[in-house]
C-alpha cells in the first residue's frame, strides 16, 4: 500500500518562500507522476502541478511563474516550493500519487500558514 | 485554467439516488475520458470513488457510479447511506495543464 506524507514549515511569513517535501513509502517513485494539491479552509481544491520521475514538470498556469517542483528518486522524495507568498497562500497541502489516468493516493495533508 | 462546473449542494433521503453533475468544456471533460470523482469527510484527505469515468476502484461500493456526456460528467450514488454525506469533487484532464477540479458539491443525507 503507497503512502505519503508531507512534510515542511507550517508558518511561512509573507513574501517568503514555501517549501514541502512528500515522502513516499510503499513503493517506488519511479515511473509515475506526483502532484501537488491544496486546499484553503473551507473552499475547493486547486491543482498546482505533478513532476514524473525524470523530472519533467506540468503546473497550473495560474501559479507557474512562482512554482517548482523537484524530485529525488533515490531518496523517494519530492518537493514544492512556491515563492513570494501571501496570505491567499494559505491552505492545506496536499502531495498525490498518479497512476495512469488518475490521481489515486493522497497524503494526509499539512496546513500551511502564510503570516508575520 | 477554469474549475470545473458543480453545483454547490444536493440532498436526498436515506435509500434515495442523488446525482451530482460536473460541466467543463472541450478542452477537458469533452476531449477525455479521464474524469474522476473524489470524497471527502471533513479533516480528511479525499478518496477517489470513480476514475476514467465510471470505474471503481477496489473496495468502492457499486452504489457509486459514474457517466459522461459530451462535457458533462455525472456521479450517481445509490441507495444513500448516512456515511456518504461528504463533499465531492470531480476532476478532469486537461491536457498540457494538466488536471483541473471542480469547485466541489457538499452532499447532505437527510
Redesign the interface.
Given at each position: 500500500q503507497v503512502q505519503l506524507q508531507e512534510s515542511g514549515p507550517g508558518l511561512v511569513k509573507p513574501s517568503e518562500t514555501l517549501s514541502l517535501t512528500c515522502t513516499v513509502s510503499g513503493g517506488s517513485i519511479s515511473s509515475y507522476y506526483w502532484n501537488w494539491i491544496r486546499q484553503p479552509a473551507g473552499k475547493g481544491l486547486e491543482y498546482i502541478g505533478r513532476i514524473y520521475s525524470s523530472g519533467s514538470t506540468n503546473y497550473n498556469p495560474s501559479l507557474k511563474s512562482r512554482v517548482t517542483m523537484s524530485i529525488d528518486t533515490s531518496k523517494n522524495q519530492f518537493s514544492l516550493k512556491l515563492n513570494s507568498v501571501t496570505a491567499a497562500d494559505t491552505a492545506v497541502y496536499f502531495c498525490a500519487r498518479e497512476a495512469y489516468s488518475s490521481i489515486d493516493y493522497w497524503g494526509q495533508g499539512t496546513l500551511v500558514t502564510v503570516s508575520s | 485554467?477554469s474549475?470545473l462546473t458543480q453545483p454547490r449542494s444536493v440532498s436526498g433521503s436515506p435509500g434515495q439516488s442523488v446525482s451530482i453533475s460536473c460541466t467543463g468544456t472541450t478542452s477537458d471533460v469533452g476531449n477525455y475520458d479521464?474524469v474522476?470523482w473524489?470524497q471527502q469527510h471533513p479533516g480528511?484527505?479525499?478518496?477517489?470513488m470513480i476514475?476514467?469515468v465510471n470505474k471503481r476502484?477496489s473496495g468502492v461500493p457499486d452504489r457509486f457510479s459514474g457517466s459522461k456526456s459530451g462535457n458533462t460528467a455525472s456521479l450517481t450514488i445509490s441507495g444513500l447511506q448516512a456515511e456518504d454525506e461528504a463533499d465531492y469533487?470531480c476532476?478532469s484532464?486537461a491536457g498540457?495543464?494538466?488536471?483541473?477540479?471542480?469547485?466541489?458539491t457538499k452532499l447532505t443525507v437527510l
Open positions: - | 485554467q474549475a479521464y474522476s473524489y480528511k484527505a479525499p478518496k477517489l476514475h476514467d476502484p469533487y476532476c484532464y498540457s495543464d494538466p488536471w483541473v477540479f471542480g469547485g466541489g
